[in-house]
């Protein structure tokens, strides 16, 4: 199994990203995909999930209206558009495909410093 982010530098606030979690070695279509970050100092936070369908988004309040998470299954792929960055979005940035009941596998991150 391999989770594999990519996208990730350095921006200024206000510019745009997008994250890329490519993925192989288990049937992709089945998981549902989150992204998290960890800010340094800072706890793990889930930032956005999005079902298997991709019909059901959900997203921290404070990236919504900013950020889009979204899948392409037949490239076995999930993306996370970040837009209207801001400094506090500084974290390393994890992709995470979870079975129901299970705790899924993980990339190995991507880091984010959104500064002037």
């Known amino acids: 199994v391999q989770l594999v982010e990519s996208g990730g530098g350095l921006v200024e606030p206000g510019g745009s990203l997008r994250l890329s979690c490519a993925t192989s070695?288990?049937?992709?279509?089945?998981?549902?995909l989150k992204w998290y970050r960890r800010a340094p100092g800072k706890e793990r936070e889930w930032v956005a999930s999005i079902n298997t369908t991709g019909r059901r988004k959900d997203y921290l309040d404070s990236v919504k209206g900013r950020f889009i998470i979204s899948r392409e299954n037949g490239k076995k792929t999930v993306y996370l558009q970040m837009s209207s960055l801001k400094p506090e979005d500084t974290a390393v940035y994890y992709c995470n495909a979870v079975y129901p009941g299970t705790s899924g596998y993980w990339g190995q991150g991507t880091q984010v410093t959104v500064s002037s």
């Open positions: 070695g288990f049937i992709f279509s089945n998981f549902n």
